[in-house]
Structure formats: structure tokens, C-alpha cells
């Protein structure tokens, strides 16, 4: 088994992405499943066309995508993307798309279909915060989900695929104190076992993972 995982560049001012660098410290293989790192830019269209490319070479049978989302407490897979990109800032070549369907034949959204509650059981029984995002954005971070499940959709039916968003690590907040923040030890930690349970479990649990608001 094949899993390749890919991490942001960093972007919107920050000098590092956790994202990213925690991508970096994972170990070759997790729980017998060969572990493919990539390393995407944090623009438009460029980040998915160079995914495909690395689908297209290694043929992987799990594919998750790896986001930083400043202001989050723990590690958090998410559930679904949606067809729009509407970003808030410029991404790292100056594009800001605006109201714009990512693809105009894909679905208003998709949902994951990594196990999702497995991977957050599996995180918090690591000693590690996790839990289930409902919104990815409307970013690159969501772009690129969708792009990723699009691609389940339209070409390859067999393989799994997601997104996790990751916090700041403590170098990002010195300036930030009221913002969370993480060691790049631990999100690492906590990838390894979002990977190691999407490897192990073909289906999903059966588990709180939702929201009130």
C-alpha cells in the first residue's frame, strides 16, 4: 500500500508552514503502508496539477492533503469541501479568486472518504487533540480537497482521499498570545496516527464527531 501525503509551503506572511514540516519528520512507512511525501505550493490550480502529477507517477491508494489553519486547538481532519473558491487574501503567486467554482462538472461539494472518526480516535488515544472539522475554508486548503475528491470522483474510483488541518506551531504565536499552538513533535505524531488508522480501517467508526453550531 501506497499513501502519499503532501504538505503547504508556508504563505500569508509566515516564514514556516507546520504543516509542511511536519510532513517532513514522518517515517517512510506507517503500519506496513509505504509513505510518499510532497511538498505542494499554496496557489491556485498549481497545487492540484502537481498532485496529479505525483497520483499519475505513484499510483497511491491514499492520498491526504496537509493544511495549516492558524487558531485551532488540535489536529483536525475534515469532513467536506466545497465548489467554490473565495479567498481572503492573495495565495503566493497573487492570485485571489473570487465566487469561483473550482470545477464547473463537480458536485456542489464532496465529502471525505478517509475514516475520518477513526482518525481522531486514534489521535486523542495517542495523548494528542483532534477532533472532526466541518469547513476546510474556501482557501487553497479547500481547493485543493476538493480537487483531490474530484479526482476520486472523475478518475480514480479505488483510491481514499482528505484533508487535515494543523495549528500553529509555538514560534508562529510569540507574537500571537492569544492564538493556540502545538509542538511540531506532536502534529507530526498525530499525522503518523491519522495515517496509520486511515491505513487500518476501511470503514469508518461509529463515533461523536459533530457539532451544535
Known amino acids: 500500500m501506497k ?4 504538505g503547504f509551503d508556508p504563505f500569508g506572511g509566515e516564514s514556516i508552514n507546520p504543516a509542511l514540516e511536519a510532513v517532513k519528520l514522518l517515517p517512510e512507512n506507517i503500519s506496513g503502508a509505504e509513505v510518499i511525501k510532497l511538498e505542494i505550493p499554496t496557489v491556485f490550480r498549481k497545487s492540484l496539477a ?3 502529477e505525483a497520483i ?9 492533503s496537509i493544511g495549516q489553519a492558524g487558531g485551532r486547538f488540535g489536529v483536525t481532519p475534515e469532513r467536506v469541501a466545497i465548489n467554490i473558491d473565495d479567498a481572503r487574501i492573495e495565495d503566493n503567486e497573487g492570485n485571489q479568486p473570487l465566487d469561483i467554482a473550482i470545477y464547473e462538472d463537480g458536485e456542489p461539494a464532496y465529502f471525505s472518504n478517509l475514516p475520518i472518526k ?16 466541518n469547513t476546510a475554508g474556501t482557501f487553497v486548503c479547500n481547493h485543493v480537497m476538493y480537487g483531490l475528491l474530484y479526482l476520486v470522483d472523475k ?9 487535515i488541518h494543523v495549528p500553529y506551531i509555538p514560534a508562529q504565536v510569540v507574537d500571537k498570545p492569544e492564538k493556540p499552538s502545538m509542538s511540531i513533535v506532536d502534529i507530526s505524531k498525530a499525522l503518523e496516527l491519522s495515517i496509520k488508522a486511515a491505513v ?3 470503514n469508518d467508526i461509529k463515533a461523536v464527531g459533530g457539532t451544535i453550531c
Do not use: C, Q, W
Open 3 to 6: 499513501v502519499l501525503i503532501t
Open 50 to 52: 502537481k498532485i496529479e
Open 56 to 64: 499519475e507517477k505513484h499510483n497511491p491508494d491514499i492520498v491526504i
Open 118 to 133: 477513526a482518525m481522531v480516535r486514534e489521535i486523542k488515544d495517542g495523548g494528542l487533540p483532534a477532533s472532526v472539522s
Open 155 to 163: 478518475k480514480y474510483p479505488n483510491m481514499k482521499a482528505g484533508f
Open 200 to 202: 487500518e480501517n476501511d
